[in-house]
């Protein structure tokens, strides 16, 4: 069995500057991975980033990039340089076999 | 290219009625899922399928649900006798490969009444 927690339900972010969303997992698969997506208002989930449980490096994408803690069991999300089409609801998820497990997502607002 | 549809983007029924969701995934990806997506329940998974066969069927909610995937291309979920429950958004994603990254369509918004 595989848990998501994100313990942020909103956050509001200046525009320009970074925000840290925050996810834990708890899984007993070995080999797993853990992704990111984004949802707008408009509904549509948007793939952001992704970071394989025996990859050695952080992930990063843009000014996306992944905060990975294996022995934490953390995979925390950082946007740098926040913008205004940023805001959205993030949703963290696990992968282990195929299917994706996600967490309650966090929504974020960045301001003017 | 093109990206996952779904189609239609928004359902409005009765209840006791039919309903069938379609998902046409991206080209040349072989596994396709169908998630739900409820202010109560947050994200949740149907269905997923590889090719045509469908592996794991263990997140459909009841027997009223039932899905298919032809020509490893196009799948249809069909919801019998619909109930107020059974409202939600509906995604399907699609991936290369089981272990791949899966791509989201922009999900069908069904709203029993």
């Known amino acids: 069995a595989q848990k998501i927690t994100q313990t942020q339900p909103g956050m509001f972010v200046q525009e320009k500057e970074a925000v840290t969303l925050d996810c834990t997992y708890d899984?007993?698969?070995?080999?797993?991975?853990l992704f990111w997506y984004k949802q707008p208002s408009s509904g549509e989930m948007i793939f952001l980033i992704y970071?394989?449980?025996?990859?050695?490096q952080n992930a990063t994408e843009g000014r996306y990039s992944l905060n990975f803690q294996k022995a934490r069991k953390s995979a925390n999300l950082v946007i740098s340089a926040s913008q205004l089409g940023d805001s959205a609801m993030y949703f963290c998820a696990i992968q282990g076999d195929y299917k994706l497990s996600f967490g309650a997502g966090t929504t974020v607002t960045v301001r003017a | 290219g093109a990206g996952v549809s779904q189609s239609p983007s928004n359902k409005v029924t009765e209840k006791g009625k039919d309903v069938e969701l379609r998902c046409d995934p991206i080209?040349?990806?072989?596994?396709l899922y169908w998630y739900r997506q409820s202010l109560g329940q947050g994200l949740e998974f149907l269905i997923y399928?590889?090719?045509?066969?469908?592996?794991?069927k263990s997140g459909l909610p009841s027997d009223r649900f039932s899905a298919e995937r032809t020509g490893g291309s196009v799948s249809t979920l069909t919801i019998q006798r619909t109930q107020q429950e059974d409202s939600a958004v509906y995604l399907c994603?699609?991936?290369?490969?089981?272990?791949?990254?899966?791509?989201f369509g922009p999900g069908t918004r069904l709203t029993v009444l």
């Open positions: 080209s040349g990806h072989t596994a």
């Open positions: 994603a699609s991936s290369l490969g089981e272990r791949d990254t899966q791509y």
């Open positions: 399928f590889q090719g045509n066969s469908a592996p794991d």
């Open positions: 899984t007993s698969d070995p080999s797993y991975g």
């Open positions: 970071q394989g449980s025996y990859d050695q």
